[in-house]
């Protein structure tokens, strides 16, 4: 079956990190484009960061200098490296697969059942 | 607020059709970008539903539509049915920020 399972999510405090993991299965991480989108209440849909089939990576500016993205080929995961997080980093995070119909822009076509991350003291 | 502009809600009764409008601007919607639809269920992951502005993915029924004009597209929904009730969500790319861009989501409400 394909699909994305994130996990890692979990209360923390401001300042603090946390690393989120997404295994996939039923496709190759290594030849897909894949990012983490977060959602709150308040902001809605948020695109986060990218990681390409080249391994070039891309990261909205709220969170540039903050967050790392990177893959493990090997275990077929994505991770998501949070450091010095923010209350306004509250979300659910979803990591995403980009559908890659050689159109103008990104359309995510899978996602995953998304893990919660609350930054709080 | 949201870069792309949805209605908080629209509303139908059952067989019904509705549209759901995603307003965006030049350096988005009205720059070429394509839209793209997404469908949350409560509690669910989002789920894309109309691609490149009007193409559908396996799976996804013809009652669902997309089309796009100038610096703003549409979702239409025919023969509305009590399981379409869900958040809707636009999305393209803005060339000023450098990210795909969401809109703020609409709720479906089946009458």
């Known amino acids: 079956e394909v699909q994305l399972v994130e996990s890692g999510g979990g209360l923390i405090q401001p300042g603090g990190s946390l690393r989120l993991s997404c295994a996939a299965s039923?496709?190759?991480?290594?030849?897909?484009?894949i990012s983490w989108v977060r959602q709150t209440p308040g902001k809605g849909l948020q695109w986060v960061s990218m990681?390409?089939?080249?391994?070039?990576?891309y990261y909205a500016d709220s969170v540039k200098g903050r967050f790392t993205i990177s893959r493990d080929s090997s275990k077929n995961t994505l991770y998501l490296q949070m450091n010095s997080l923010r209350a306004e980093d509250t979300a659910i995070y979803y990591c995403t697969r980009d559908l890659d119909y050689g159109g103008t822009n990104d359309a995510f076509d899978l996602w995953g059942q998304g893990t919660v991350v609350t930054v709080s003291s | 607020q949201s870069v792309l502009t949805q209605p908080p809600s629209v509303s139908g009764a059952p067989g019904q059709r509705v549209t759901i409008s995603c307003t965006g601007g030049?350096?988005?919607?009205?720059?070429?970008?394509?839209v793209h639809w997404y469908q949350q269920l409560p509690g669910t992951a989002p789920k894309l539903l109309i691609y490149g502005n009007n193409k559908r993915p396996s799976g996804v029924p013809d009652r669902f539509s997309g089309s796009k004009s100038g610096t703003s597209a549409s979702l239409a929904i025919t023969g509305l049915q009590a399981e379409d009730e869900a958040d809707y969500y636009c999305q393209s790319y803005d060339s000023g920020l450098r990210t795909s861009v969401f809109g703020g989501g609409t709720k479906l409400t089946v009458l």
């Open positions: 039923g496709f190759t991480v290594s030849s897909s484009y």
């Open positions: 990681i390409y089939r080249s391994g070039a990576t």
């Open positions: 030049s350096s988005n919607i009205g720059a070429g970008f394509h």
